[in-house]
């Protein structure tokens, strides 16, 4: 049952990332009709995939950096070390490097390009909260992450954003030091906006499957649902906003470490705890 769960959720997330896929095209299609050329395209996708694959090599060291993750020792943290080996050994995947992110705030989050490059971070919170059962069950939906090549897939959304924001610059570019006969400008306008709010709801939209995904798998690694949801309900209560904020890397966590208004929730990377912790229990 988890395991077509899960793979619905996949199925969800690529159908998405078609939707992304065609939008660009779209713009670029549209730029087109206005300028007549498709060196600017071109140039557009091209950066954007470049710039992708270098994010995608260096991604892990920033998030890592920017969070403030210190790297720990079996000796240190023998507990959260033996889980971590028993998931790995469970899901036939290697020994990820793991860390600390010194924060009252209960989180977690992984990074890494694949498997064999995998990083998983815990606060200082989430061990202070979560009993041995639960935190094996977080530690199971951030080795589900890796598993599920998480990171890779959102460096490919990455670059569909990139090449997409590119387009709109040349557009308004083309329209500045062009003429603007047929209402280029307004275009542009109404183009940005939309485009602006499509690229950020459909990367918070893969993203919160990517979640969906993981908690199914993670609970298929465990063979216990109940234990995240119990987990889920504990960092609720503790609170998971960190002190430092950075929306750079916040879809890369458990829950969504960032403090944040109502609207800012419709944008969200992360679904709400108490869907999520609805799902689980009904498994």
């Given at each position: 049952?988890h395991?077509h769960s899960?793979?619905?959720?996949k199925?969800?997330?690529?159908?998405?990332?078609?939707?992304?896929?065609?939008?660009?095209?779209?713009?670029g299609?549209?730029?087109?009709q206005?300028?007549?050329s498709?060196?600017?395209?071109?140039?557009?996708?091209?950066?954007?995939?470049?710039?992708?694959?270098?994010?995608?090599?260096t991604?892990?060291?920033?998030?890592?950096?920017?969070?403030?993750?210190?790297?720990?020792?079996?000796?240190?943290?023998?507990?959260?070390?033996?889980?971590?080996?028993?998931?790995?050994?469970?899901a036939k995947?290697?020994?990820?490097?793991?860390?600390?992110?010194?924060?009252?705030?209960a989180?977690?989050?992984?990074?890494?390009?694949?498997?064999?490059?995998?990083?998983?971070?815990?606060?200082?919170?989430?061990l202070?909260?979560?009993?041995?059962?639960?935190l094996?069950?977080?530690?199971?939906?951030?080795?589900?992450?890796?598993?599920?090549?998480d990171?890779r897939?959102?460096?490919?959304?990455?670059?569909?954003?990139?090449?997409?924001?590119?387009?709109?610059?040349?557009?308004l570019?083309?329209?500045?030091?062009?003429?603007?006969?047929?209402?280029?400008?307004?275009?542009?306008?109404?183009?940005?906006?939309?485009?602006?709010?499509?690229?950020?709801?459909?990367?918070?939209?893969?993203?919160?499957?990517?979640?969906?995904?993981?908690?199914?798998?993670?609970?298929?690694?465990?063979?216990?649902?109940?234990?995240l949801?119990?987990?889920?309900?504990?960092?609720?209560?503790?609170g998971?906003?960190?002190?430092?904020?950075?929306?750079?890397?916040?879809h890369?966590?458990?829950?969504n470490?960032?403090?944040?208004?109502?609207?800012a929730?419709?944008?969200?990377t992360?679904?709400?705890?108490?869907?999520?912790?609805?799902?689980?229990?009904?498994?």
């Amino acid at each position: 049952m988890h395991t077509h769960s899960a793979t619905k959720n996949k199925l969800k997330s690529n159908f998405i990332i078609l939707m992304l896929l065609a939008f660009t095209a779209l713009i670029g299609w549209l730029y087109y009709q206005y300028t007549g050329s498709s060196t600017a395209i071109i140039t557009a996708v091209s950066f954007g995939a470049v710039y992708a694959l270098i994010s995608y090599f260096t991604a892990s060291k920033i998030a890592l950096k920017v969070n403030r993750a210190k790297p720990i020792s079996k000796k240190d943290f023998p507990q959260v070390y033996r889980i971590v080996e028993e998931l790995t050994k469970e899901a036939k995947l290697p020994m990820p490097k793991l860390y600390i992110v010194n924060d009252p705030a209960a989180n977690a989050f992984a990074t890494g390009r694949s498997p064999e490059h995998a990083h998983v971070a815990v606060t200082s919170g989430v061990l202070e909260v979560l009993n041995e059962d639960e935190l094996k069950a977080v530690l199971s939906h951030e080795i589900s992450h890796v598993k599920n090549y998480d990171i890779r897939l959102m460096m490919v959304v990455f670059a569909c954003i990139t090449s997409l924001n590119l387009i709109i610059d040349f557009f308004l570019r083309s329209i500045i030091f062009g003429d603007d006969e047929r209402g280029g400008f307004l275009s542009y306008i109404l183009i940005s906006i939309i485009s602006s709010f499509v690229g950020l709801m459909i990367q918070a939209a893969i993203s919160r499957q990517r979640e969906y995904a993981a908690d199914l798998s993670g609970s298929e690694l465990t063979k216990n649902p109940k234990q995240l949801a119990s987990a889920l309900r504990k960092i609720s209560t503790k609170g998971s906003n960190l002190k430092v904020q950075s929306s750079a890397t916040a879809h890369l966590f458990l829950d969504n470490p960032l403090r944040g208004s109502r609207l800012a929730k419709l944008f969200s990377t992360h679904p709400p705890m108490e869907q999520r912790i609805k799902v689980l229990e009904s498994l």
